[in-house]
Structure formats: structure tokens, C-alpha cells
């Protein structure tokens, strides 16, 4: 089935440093991938996406582009903030699970916390 | 704009209680999710529906139930309660759509079994 595999930290950076979070997939078909952000004491929110091949997804100075030469979504941003600090996750949705009643489903990688230090 | 709304947000049971998290959207949205968060593991799904009457298992549904009378509601039950079910929960909604996949998140509800 599909899986996700994304960097685990957790990973500290000062203020201003440039961020890269990788994440691969395995997955049938043609996914659409995201990245999700969880800031403290919330739920998750969509962060960017991207739903076919050699899209870019961006928001909020972050970027992802879509390789599916590769099976990747990695998330950059050029300069990170405090206000950045959060568990960021990448995800990817489009299977078509028969023997789960052919609902699509979102799949989850670990997560990974970053701290930003001013 | 309320979006999914969860409750409680804390909750401490003994060991063999029961109990039913509330989750509540009003965006109108036909698919509702259940999902359980451990420290380090990602999340993962307990059930789904799909509308109104409909609903479905995830990948860890033992020890849970839920139903799905409205379109708005979409309750998690615990029967038994068991350690290994503390964790965080989180309820999820989206409007649906082949390859869309954006979820909508309500904040959470921390669940510790003792």
C-alpha cells in the first residue's frame, strides 16, 4: 500500500536558517501529496499541497515541489522563523482501498518537531 | 467560523471505563475521520464515514466505536478503556473529492488511562 517516509527529528535551527524537511512516498497510481503543519496545543492544518507531477506547492515562504522521478515532496523555506517552530508532516492521499470500502484515504508520515531559536 | 469542533479536550479514565469523545463540524462536509496520535508515530486512523449511516474501519479500530446519525456529528466511543488508548485523538472532516485530500482538524482531545 501507500506509505510515506519523512525526515524524524528533532531538529533545532536559529532564526534565519534555511529549512528542508525530506520526505519520500511509495504509492500506486497518481497521489496527490501535502504537507500538513501542527503548531503547539492545535490540530493539524494544511500547510501546501501539490496534485500532480512537477507541481509546486507553497505558502507561507514554504515550498515542495512534486518528483515523481524521484517520489519526492520535499519541504524547503529560505529563511525560518520562531513563529515556525511546529511538527511538521507529509502526506498523501489518492488510493483507492477496495477492501476498505474504496474510500480514498490520507496516509501520514511520522512527523518531525522543529524548534526555531531567535 | 467554528469548523470541527471536539470535546473535551482533556480527559483522565481508569482502566474498564467508558467513555465517548465529541467531535462536531459545520462546514457541511461528507467525509469525517477519527485519528490517534502517539508521540512519534504519526497519526493513525481508527474510522471513517463517508455520510450520513455510513461508516467504516481504519488501520487500529479495536476497542472503538462510533456512528454517524448527522451530517454534522461524529462521535468516537471507548468501551473498556485500556491504557494503550492514551493518546491524543483528533477528528477530521473534508468535503470530498477524488485526489483533494485536504482535511479539516478540530484541536485535539487528550485522553490518559490509568
Known amino acids: 500500500g501507500n506509505s510515506v517516509t519523512q525526515m524524524e527529528g528533532p531538529v533545532t535551527l536559529s532564526e534565519e536558517a534555511f529549512l528542508t524537511i525530506n520526505c519520500t512516498y511509495t504509492?500506486?497510481?497518481?497521489?496527490?501529496l501535502f504537507w500538513y503543519v501542527q503548531y503547539p496545543g492545535e490540530g493539524l492544518q494544511l500547510l501546501l499541497k501539490a496534485t500532480k507531477a512537477d507541481d509546486k506547492g507553497s505558502n507561507k515562504g514554504f515550498e515542495a515541489t512534486y518528483r515523481k522521478e524521484t517520489t519526492s515532496f520535499h519541504l524547503e523555506k529560505g529563511s525560518v522563523q520562531v513563529s515556525d517552530s511546529a511538527v511538521y508532516f507529509c502526506?498523501?492521499?489518492?488510493?483507492?482501498?477496495?477492501?476498505?470500502?474504496?474510500?480514498?484515504?490520507?496516509?501520514f508520515g511520522k512527523g518531525m518537531k522543529l524548534t526555531v531559536n531567535p | 467560523n467554528a469548523g470541527v469542533t471536539q470535546t473535551p479536550k482533556f480527559r483522565i479514565l481508569k482502566i474498564g471505563q467508558s467513555m465517548t469523545l465529541q467531535c462536531a463540524q459545520d462546514m457541511n462536509h461528507n467525509y469525517m475521520y477519527w485519528y490517534r496520535q502517539d508521540p512519534g508515530m504519526g497519526l493513525k486512523l481508527i474510522y471513517y464515514?463517508?455520510?450520513?449511516?455510513i461508516t467504516d474501519k481504519g488501520e487500529v479500530p479495536n476497542g472503538y466505536n462510533v456512528s454517524r446519525s448527522t451530517t454534522e456529528d461524529f462521535p468516537l466511543r471507548l468501551e473498556l478503556a485500556a491504557p494503550s488508548q492514551t493518546s491524543v485523538y483528533f477528528c477530521?472532516?473534508?468535503?470530498?473529492?477524488w485526489g483533494t485530500g485536504e482535511l479539516f482538524f478540530g484541536e485535539g482531545s487528550r485522553l490518559t488511562v490509568l
Open positions: 502526506a498523501l492521499s489518492g488510493e483507492f482501498e477496495m477492501d476498505q470500502g474504496g474510500s480514498e484515504k490520507l496516509v
Open positions: 464515514s463517508v455520510g450520513a449511516g
Open positions: 504509492a500506486t497510481g497518481y497521489p496527490s
Open positions: 477530521a472532516s473534508r468535503i470530498g473529492g
